[in-house]
Nanobody
């Protein structure tokens, strides 16, 4: 089992920045890929970004390219999402996810473990 705990969400004005953290514990050695997803009210959960624990295969969803940066600290088994130039449409609950498969994925079904989520609200 892998446990994921997100932190760093909050209220920010449009154009501002936030950094989310996801601390992983348990059988982290079984994890190949970490990702961030988000879900706005009334919408489906959306892929945001992913990264291998090795630091390779970084990939972003189209809506956040150029504004968000995913990174990881293997010593702390923590993944980060640096969010800049935030827009009101970035408002959502942000979830951290872990995948124990070698297959890279951008879908909800492709991830095995999930955190409880952290709320990000961007005011206009």
């Amino acid at each position: 089992q892998v446990q994921l705990v997100e932190s760093g969400g909050g209220l920010v004005q449009a154009g501002g920045s936030l950094r989310l953290s996801c601390a992983a514990s348990g059988r982290t050695s079984s994890v190949y890929t970490m990702a961030w997803f988000r879900q706005a009210p009334g919408k489906e959960r959306e892929f945001v970004a992913r990264i291998r624990w090795s630091g390779s295969n970084i990939y972003y969803g189209d809506s956040v390219k150029g504004r968000f940066t995913i990174s990881r600290d293997t010593a702390k088994t923590t993944v980060y999402l640096q969010m800049s130039s935030l827009k009101p449409e970035d408002t959502a609950v942000y979830y951290c996810a872990a995948d124990v498969s070698v297959v890279l994925s951008t879908t909800v079904a492709g991830y095995d473990y999930w955190g409880q989520g952290t709320q990000v609200t961007v005011s206009s």
